[in-house]
């Protein structure tokens, strides 16, 4: 059964430091593009970063205020990908969620049909 599975989540200071990862089973990531969405209490659920399949050469997108302190990686060889979230600031705060999609990266939840069960990041001020 194809499933996603995202871990790394948990409690940090402002300023800190966390690496999420999403692990795929049951297929193979780098045939699909990969997004981090984020889903703070009572907002909508907005994507972070996102990398292309490896047929769209991997390329990384991230919403403004991610840039320079996040960054998202592929490792193909344990069919996972890592979101290095620095510098964290309180408005960080969410669940965390990635999801698989076509070759090229979407902003939109629509287009990524796959969903891991989330984990949760606390960035305290």
């Known amino acids: 059964q194809a499933r996603l599975v995202e871990s790394g989540g948990g409690l940090v200071q402002s300023g800190g430091s966390l690496r999420l990862s999403c692990a795929a089973s049951?297929?193979?990531?780098?045939?699909?593009?990969v997004a981090w969405f984020r889903q703070a209490p009572g907002k909508e659920r907005e994507e972070v970063s996102c990398?292309?399949?490896?047929?769209?050469?991997?390329?990384?997108y991230y919403e403004d205020s991610a840039k320079g302190r996040f960054t998202i990686s592929r490792d193909n060889a344990k069919n996972t990908v890592t979101l290095q979230m620095n510098s964290l600031k309180p408005e960080d705060t969410g669940v965390y969620y990635c999801?698989?999609?076509?070759?090229?990266?979407?902003?939109?939840?629509?287009?990524?049909?796959?969903w891991g069960q989330g984990t949760q990041v606390t960035v305290s001020s």
């Open positions: 049951g297929y193979t990531l780098r045939y699909f593009s």
């Open positions: 990398i292309s399949s490896t047929d769209g050469n991997s390329n990384t």
């Open positions: 999801a698989t999609g076509g070759i090229s990266c979407s902003p939109h939840t629509r287009d990524f049909g796959s």
